[in-house]
């Protein structure tokens, strides 16, 4: 798998669904995909030349942070992609109460009915938590396995 440095169209058209979606207008740095979802976001000091360079001499794994997915057609933002754009985050936030916190952080999937469809964010006062899919009357948790909370014997 190939890393594949978005050109300026390519990243507008992300940058288009993020601010569809979540009311986000700027990406700041290179958007790199790997494979044909998950992208990278990269801000360095290496100019988009001095990265394909590298890459076809050493092969990259990969470049950046990992920021978002293409998921049917839309972005998912990964939890360090929605701390890098929390401040341009404007629409589709869905705040939690203290008690759906802990389950959210546990990796459950909420019970609320939010009258929403699609991806949206996850917040706790000032705190974004992730990304969910809000649904009829559930919200879907994409919190990975390895940064779940893990539940305490008491």
């Given at each position: 798998m190939t890393l594949h440095i978005l050109s300026e169209k390519e990243k507008k058209e992300i940058l288009d669904e993020l601010e569809e979606q979540f009311g986000i207008l700027e990406i700041p740095g290179i958007v790199v995909k790997r494979g044909e979802e998950r992208l990278f976001l990269f801000q360095g000091s290496f100019t988009e030349n001095q990265i394909k360079e590298l890459d076809s001499t050493v092969p990259i794994e990969r470049v950046g942070i990992y920021f978002a997915k293409i998921s049917e057609g839309h972005i998912r933002l990964s939890i360090d992609g929605i701390q890098i754009l929390k401040n341009q985050i404007t629409k589709n936030v869905v705040e939690i109460n203290l008690e759906?916190?802990?389950?959210?952080?546990?990796?459950?999937e909420l019970q609320i009915t939010?009258?929403?469809?699609?991806y949206i964010i996850i917040k706790y006062?000032?705190?974004f938590l992730g990304t969910g899919k809000a649904s009829e009357n559930k919200i879907t948790n994409f919190?990975?396995?390895n940064r779940r909370l893990k539940y305490k014997d008491q």
């Open positions: 759906d916190v802990e389950k959210w952080m546990q990796g459950s939010t009258g929403k469809k699609g006062k000032n705190d919190i990975p396995k």
